[in-house]
Nanobody, 121 residues
């Protein structure tokens, strides 16, 4: 079994910064992709950023240049540094990990419990 524990959300003023963390623990053989999604009230969940192979990243157009995703393979942890935050960034943020629990296992998809980010003055 794999668990994801998120931290770092909160209330911040427009223009401020937050850093989200998501640590995976349990039986992990290899991690294929680490990602952050968000879901605002009344909207669908959307991909914010993803990292594969420890260095290949992709970002939603709305966060490019403001958010940075990074991973620490030794700690099975993914981070999302969020700068220049805007009110429209307000949402619940979820980490997502695609991993194998053994060499020949299928790829499994795990989600964090979500952490709330509110950008408001």
């Amino acid at each position: 079994q794999v668990q994801l524990v998120e931290s770092g959300g909160g209330l911040v003023q427009p223009g401020g910064s937050l850093r989200l963390s998501c640590a995976a623990s349990g039986t992990i053989f290899s991690i294929n992709m680490l990602a952050w999604y968000r879901q605002a009230p009344g909207k669908q969940r959307e991909l914010v950023a993803a990292i594969t192979g420890g260095r290949f990243t992709t970002y939603a157009d709305s966060v490019k240049g403001r958010f940075t995703i990074s991973g620490d393979n030794s700690k099975n942890t993914v981070y999302l540094q969020m700068n220049s935050l805007r009110p429209e960034d307000t949402a619940d943020y979820y980490c997502n990990v695609k991993l194998r629990v053994a060499a020949l296992s299928p790829m499994y998809d795990y989600w964090g419990q979500g952490t709330q980010v509110t950008v408001s003055s």
